[in-house]
């Protein structure tokens, strides 16, 4: 194939490899020609050409020649002007002759933000490598003939397949050695990449080696575009950029103290839950697409029910037991694909315990094996949580002793002491996990060198497994049995007020793992009632309740992140009612939707209740399943039974499930769409400043009057209510005028840069695939077919789209204005600083706390929340209050103690 290229405006063109910017003068986008603009009017430089791309930014162009694609890119840096010098003359479909109008482009505006104006214009053949004939460096005029523009076959020796398919382990090193000449983690905010720069926003320019940088293998030329660092590496930028990312997070994760946390136990052991559940996302939406299939097997007849216990096979009902030889392999495989991740979850949860804690994973899974042993587990018991099995008190291990016999089962579990496996038991996991971390550390202060190897980790495999199993699982059975009785007690509440709070509360007990006790409340009331179940069916309302919430939440979330992976979810949790990464993912880290879903799975609870809805003999799994169950007639029932329980028909039973569940969802969707916030208001963190500083000044007065033996007012209501009265409207006002504007701005430019790394990850993943293949062949000597997987791999590289993405990224930037927000944020923090120097001059009791840092932390949360900003580091009021009612307990104690010494005087 060839054409003719001709100059698209008046110009002086030079060859390609005399551009300033590597990327182009080294030619990994392609061959071409540079053009130095001489005028502002450029003109379509082929005969027949149609325009296929037009950056957001108007300053580069794409053009489809047939087999060969054309980019002709207007200055160098020129995206981050966000369209403002050019005028677009066509559009993206048109069919460009030899002459036609393209664009118009003010050449001074380059000049003035010294920006070059060099023009490079380069050809990409997927299969081809383009030749440029005929070329001779001069100035031409506007549609004068400047070369010819061939291809040719691509032979092995053009390529370096041991390069393409080589070079495992330097991306690390590389990107080790930039973080450590650009001055550390500390010294860039921002990293990202495109095609072929790794770009960092540097802080401080003196610290970076420019010297040591472009002496680095693998770093092809540096690039500064005012304060932002662009490294060319070519190719394999998204790994580097990827390895950069480990190492911040490895840096952070290492030395990041959460001072805030450490002052408040509860949110602390809350948030370890989420922390430790979301790295177990993938795990549990593997295992929920998978169970959606064997569900689906069995639900079309085509494969049997599978039961690890031996007596419960009943071949007439199509259970077989997982070891009848009659039963298909492939079916077996099924199921154990689909159970196995999430039955043994407890060992996924002791490695991810072990991360979260910064401990060794390796002894963590070794715990984990134990304490979840497979030899504990035996056949599973009924409730596939341990061989031995109590069917009276539906209690999993072996009984060590009992202070006393109930009937309750719930009761009886906080009257005796039993050993169980702890697969379920998600608290005394997370707890053997940070006591063995502890244990460890407190060891390697005494422990010789000479034998810590060995005795270090054969102390911790052998004690760590008898406390979970003697001090933490018997309590935490404990704890069990006293959240069980509370539930029974709630399901006591009259109107259908019990059913609607089980409803609401089951979804939040899945968080901490305490739904199998709920487990057991169901089977109580199931059998109760003659197998007739209905406090079960909780279950599957507030499933369809929290979906709906994280429904409302995908609907009004600016974040395209968000909305992806929530997508995701949603869509797991609603075919398969898997919705433990909804839940740890989103619903209970954001607090709001969580709760919505709870008032709409009460208002679906009401109608169960009011209507009377019951499973009769089935199991509701969660999803789109639990509607068929609902319809399903009753299995091994009595008719009497079903009369006396006064059970509805099988299509009103359905139709009343379906109603409930629609009133749930839809209670949930629109409370979710209602409260939602993707984050908490500066105006929220200012009362909780003020409302801490009230706290602290309580347990003052306290210490006050008990020192003094006298009552001492220190709070005046009236000046507090005034002084959050003058912050909130100081807050409001801005927020009507700037904040909220910056934040859908803000959203948006982090919206099309997650288009950008989503846009990279699957060019990345493309070839990674494509590279495994092109090794195999380069292993076997097979060196055409290596050559066709290069020449693919070369194809992916789609810089034009690339291009297209980071101009919309560039446009959206432009939109956020830091420093405008920066000024009016530091209107606002004189103004509350003013009101906080009132505040502590009136009470002198504050005057050691430290409040910038808290209220700028406070004003500025929009640029912290978005990581446009670090967090200004404080000792938070919590601590403050945790040191203050220590010393009221110190201060009661001591009195109490005087009071005795005194009687025994007396």
């Known amino acids: 194939m060839e054409f003719n290229l001709y100059a698209p405006v008046d110009c002086i063109v030079k060859q390609i490899t005399k551009c300033s910017d590597p990327t182009f003068s080294d030619k990994m986008l392609g061959d071409g020609v540079l053009i130095i603009p001489k005028s502002s009017q450029f003109f379509s430089p082929f005969d027949n050409a149609k325009v296929t791309l037009i950056f957001d930014t108007k300053h580069a162009y794409g053009f489809n020649l047939g087999k060969i694609e054309a980019l002709l890119h207007c200055g160098l840096e020129t995206v981050q002007l ?8 066509t559009k993206v479909g048109d069919e460009l002759s030899k002459g036609q109008k393209l664009f118009n482009v003010d050449l001074n505006k380059l000049n003035s933000k010294k920006l070059s104006n060099e023009t490079p214009i380069v050809f990409t053949c997927q299969d081809s490598k383009i030749k440029v004939h005929d070329f001779i460096e001069k100035e031409y005029k506007a549609g004068e003939f400047i070369c010819k523009i061939t291809t040719e076959e691509i032979h092995n020796n053009d390529l370096d397949l041991e390069k393409i398919f080589g070079g495992e382990g330097k991306n690390q090193k590389l990107a080790s050695n930039i973080v450590q000449n650009v001055g550390g983690i500390k010294n860039f905010d921002e990293h990202y990449n495109c095609f072929s720069r790794l770009r960092l926003k540097i802080l401080k320019k003196d610290l970076v080696n420019e010297v040591a940088i472009k002496k680095i293998e693998g770093v092809k030329g540096i690039h500064w575009n005012g304060n932002e660092m662009q490294i060319i590496i070519g190719q394999e930028v998204p790994k580097v950029k990827d390895e950069i990312t480990n190492i911040i997070y490895k840096e952070n994760d290492a030395t990041a ?49 599978i039961t690890l216990v031996k007596e419960n096979e009943d071949l007439t009902k199509n259970i077989y037991y997982i070891f009848n030889p009659n039963l298909n392999i492939l079916f077996v495989i099924i199921f154990v694909i689909s159970k196995s991740s999430t039955i043994w979850m407890g060992i996924g949860t002791c490695v991810s315990a072990a991360i979260y804690f910064k401990w060794n994973f390796v002894l963590a899974f070794a715990i984990g094996m134990t304490i979840c042993s497979p030899i504990l587990w035996g056949n599973g018991g009924p409730a596939m949580l341990g061989q031995q099995y109590d069917p009276e008190t539906y209690i ?6 009992r202070f006393a016999e109930v009937s309750n089962p719930m009761i009886q579990r906080i009257l005796q002491i039993n050993v169980t496996p702890m697969q379920a038991k998600i608290g005394v996991l997370l707890l053997t996990i940070y006591t063995a971390k502890i244990f460890d550390d407190w060891i390697k202060k005494w422990m010789p060198t000479s034998i810590d190897f060995i005795c270090r980790n054969l102390m911790i495999l052998t004690l760590m497994p008898f406390i979970a199993f003697f001090i933490y699982g018997p309590i935490w059975n404990i704890f069990e049995g006293i959240f069980g009785l509370f539930v029974l007690l709630v399901t006591k509440f009259p109107l259908g007020i019990g059913m609607g709070l089980l409803s609401g509360i089951h979804q939040v007990t899945v968080v901490f793992g305490l739904h199998q006790v709920i487990g057991v409340v169901f089977n109580v009331d199931t059998m109760t009632h003659g197998g007739v179940a209905r406090l079960t069916i909780s279950s599957a ?24 992976e929530g997508t995701q979810m949603f869509m797991v949790g609603a075919i398969a009612g898997i919705t433990e990464p909804m839940l740890y993912g989103v619903n209970f880290p954001k607090k709001r939707p969580l709760y919505a879903g709870m008032i709409g799975a009460f208002a679906g609870g009401l109608i169960i209740s009011w209507t009377n809805v019951t499973l009769r003999g089935v199991s509701a799994w969660g999803g789109l399943y639990s509607f068929i169950a609902f319809f399903s007639p009753p299995i091994g029932i009595q008719p009497s039974i079903l ?25 949930a969707i629109v409370v979710s769409m209602l409260i939602y916030k993707e984050r908490v208001s500066e105006k929220t963190l200012i009362n ?21 033996q006298e009552k001492i007012k220190l709070i005046n209501s009236a000046e507090i209510k005034e002084l959050k009265s003058k912050s909130k409207k100081i807050i409001e006002n801005a927020e009507k005028k700037s904040i909220k504007r910056e934040e859908k701005s803000i959203l948006k430019s982090d919206g099309a840069k997650f288009d950008i790394d989503q846009f990279l990850k699957k060019q990345e993943k493309q070839t990674l695939k494509l590279s495994k293949k092109g090794k195999h062949f380069m292993k076997k000597g097979e060196y055409d ?4 997987i290069a020449l693919k791999i070369s194809s992916l590289n789609d810089f034009n789209k690339l291009q297209f993405l980071e101009s919309k990224a560039a446009l959206a930037k432009s939109k956020v204005n ?89």
Not at 541 to 550: K, S, V
Not at 690 to 705: A, D, G, R, V
Not at 785 to 788: L, V
Not at 821 to 834: A, D, R
């Open 688 to 708: 909780k400043m003020f409302n801490e500083s009230i706290k602290l000044l309580k347990i003052e007065q306290k210490i006050l009057s008990l020192k003094k």
């Open 541 to 564: 309302i507030g499933i369809w309740a929290q979906l709906a919430a994280l429904l409302g939440v995908i609907i009004v979330t600016g974040d395209k992140r968000l909305k992806k």
């Open 818 to 906: 830091i420093k405008e927000l920066e000024k009016k944020y530091e209107n606002i923090e004189n103004k509350i600083s003013i009101l906080v120097k009132d505040f502590t001059l009136n009470y002198k009791e504050l005057s050691e706390i430290d409040f910038t840092p808290i209220y700028k932390n406070a004003v500025e949360s929009l640029l912290i929340d978005y990581n446009y900003k670090e967090e200004y580091s404080f000792k938070p009021i919590e601590a403050y209050i945790s040191e203050k009612t220590q010393e009221l307990a110190k201060i009661k104690r001591d009195l109490r103690n005087e009071q005795r010494l005194k009687k025994i005087k007396n």
């Open 785 to 788: 077919k290596a050559k066709e």
């Open 396 to 401: 999993e291990g072996w009984v060590l002793f």
């Open 257 to 305: 103290k959460n001072s805030q946390d450490k002052a408040n136990l509860v949110n602390r052991i809350i948030k370890v839950f989420p922390a430790v559940g979301v790295p177990l996302i993938p795990i549990l939406l593997g295992a929920g697409v998978f169970s959606l299939v064997m569900m689906l097997l069995m639900m079309f007849g085509v494969m049997p029910n």
């Open 82 to 89: 966000a369209g403002e010098p050019f005028e677009v003359q």
């Open 643 to 667: 009369e006396q329980e006064g059970c509805l028909s099988n299509v009103m039973n359905g139709l009343m499930f379906i109603l409930a569940s629609a009133v749930a969802f839809g209670v």
